[in-house]
């Protein structure tokens, strides 16, 4: 089975920076996807950015230009560097993984807490 732990969500101020990291176990196969959600209070689920086995991206609109995704097949792990971060980027942030076509994929992390705030 695979297991997703993500790390290094925390208290940012305006304008801040953070670097989320998600790293898979249970799994000898890369995994051809990986990538981020994000769900703030009363607020559904959202992509924030994918990248697949070819190193293609993908970015909500919000956040394109600020945030940065990455991966490194060899280790299953995938980064999601975020800059120039605002109070409306407060939410819990997912990770998710898996194989197949569509977001999201199959594997879900337990998510990491991001509050931007003065």
């Known amino acids: 089975q695979v297991q997703l732990v993500e790390s290094g969500g925390g208290l940012v101020q305006p304008g801040g920076s953070l670097k989320l990291s998600c790293a898979a176990s249970?799994?000898?196969?890369?995994?051809?996807?990986m990538g981020w959600y994000r769900q703030a209070p009363g607020k559904q689920r959202e992509l924030v950015a994918g990248?697949?086995?070819?190193?293609?991206?993908s970015y909500a609109d919000s956040v394109k230009g600020r945030f940065t995704i990455s991966k490194d097949n060899t280790k299953n792990t995938v980064w999601l560097q975020m800059n120039s971060l605002e109070p409306e980027d407060t939410a819990v942030y997912y990770c998710?993984?898996?194989?197949?076509?569509?977001?999201?994929?199959?594997?879900w992390g337990q998510g990491t807490q991001v509050t931007v705030s003065a």
């Open positions: 998710n993984a898996g194989s197949g076509s569509t977001w999201p994929r199959r594997y």
């Open positions: 990248i697949t086995s070819d190193s293609s991206t």
């Open positions: 249970g799994t000898i196969f890369r995994i051809p996807a």
